[in-house]
């Protein structure tokens, strides 16, 4: 069996660089949140960017369940951790990393909307043509699996995995990460570290 996923890995400096840009679309926009609400977990790094680069320290969470591997997900997403803040009357942006599918981000903005927030601005750093949800801001649409700064290891612990499950040669998963940009000594570290964990 092969693999048919490609990867891209960005940098923390290309994440920064995505992160700056959007900041000033919003900004040139005219549009100022009064909370920046970071779905968790793959939007907490950008979510907290944002705050920093739009100046606004108004930080909130909610937690979607969703993916339970690279390009896996379980049926339809769940709120597991509501709003932490009141939204009430206040305008605000939904943070996360990527509009994969949509699906989390829709059950996002339908959450804030019922908890009575007054305007609601979608942005994310990646958009996937199939989302069925297009962001208000994004920076960079594409087809590959991002494999993001914080989460490389996650990623290599379920390709790993897979490569097991589905007999997948292991080498295969190596030469495509490498090939979207992932580090091939921290490859190296990772899948070592991966495979002694078992």
Same mark, same amino acid.
């Given at each position: 069996?092969?693999?048919?996923?490609?990867?891209? *890995? !960005?940098?923390?400096?290309?994440?920064?660089?995505?992160?700056?840009?959007?900041?000033?679309?919003?900004?040139?926009? #005219?549009?100022?949140?009064?909370?920046? *609400?970071?779905?968790?977990? +793959?939007?907490?790094?950008?979510?907290? $960017?944002?705050?920093?680069?739009? +100046? @606004?320290? &108004?930080?909130? @969470?909610? #937690?979607?369940?969703?993916?339970? +591997?690279?390009?896996?997900?379980? +049926? &339809? !997403?769940?709120?597991?951790? !509501?709003?932490?803040?009141?939204?009430?009357?206040?305008?605000?942006?939904?943070? /996360?990393? $990527?509009?994969?599918?949509?699906?989390?981000?829709?059950?996002?903005? /339908?959450?804030?909307?019922? @908890?009575?927030?007054?305007?609601?601005?979608?942005?994310?750093?990646?958009?996937?043509?199939?989302?069925?949800?297009?962001?208000?801001?994004?920076?960079?649409?594409?087809?590959?699996?991002?494999?993001?700064?914080?989460?490389?290891?996650?990623?290599?612990? @379920?390709?790993?995995?897979?490569?097991?499950?589905?007999?997948?040669?292991? &080498?295969? $998963?190596?030469?495509?990460?490498?090939?979207?940009?992932?580090?091939?000594?921290?490859?190296?570290?990772?899948?070592?570290?991966?495979?002694?964990?078992?």
């Amino acid at each position: 069996m092969s693999l048919n996923i490609e990867f891209e *890995v !960005p940098s923390w400096d290309e994440i920064y660089d995505m992160l700056l840009r959007l900041a000033e679309r919003i900004r040139g926009d #005219r549009f100022h949140p009064d909370v920046i *609400v970071g779905v968790s977990r +793959g939007g907490w790094p950008p979510a907290r $960017v944002m705050s920093d680069l739009l +100046g @606004n320290p &108004e930080l909130a @969470n909610v #937690r979607v369940e969703f993916y339970v +591997g690279v390009a896996e997900t379980k +049926g &339809e !997403p769940v709120i597991t951790q !509501p709003l932490s803040v009141p939204v009430k009357g206040r305008r605000v942006l939904i943070m /996360d990393d $990527v509009a994969d599918t949509g699906k989390s981000l829709r059950l996002v903005r /339908d959450h804030v909307e019922k @908890n009575g927030a007054t305007e609601i601005k979608l942005a994310t750093i990646y958009y996937k043509p199939w989302s069925e949800i297009k962001p208000d801001y994004y920076v960079r649409e594409t087809e590959a699996w991002i494999v993001f700064p914080w989460e490389r290891k996650e990623t290599v612990r @379920n390709m790993v995995e897979r490569c097991k499950v589905k007999g997948i040669p292991l &080498e295969e $998963v190596k030469r495509r990460l490498i090939e979207g940009g992932f580090d091939q000594r921290l490859l190296e570290r990772f899948i070592r570290e991966v495979l002694e964990e078992v």
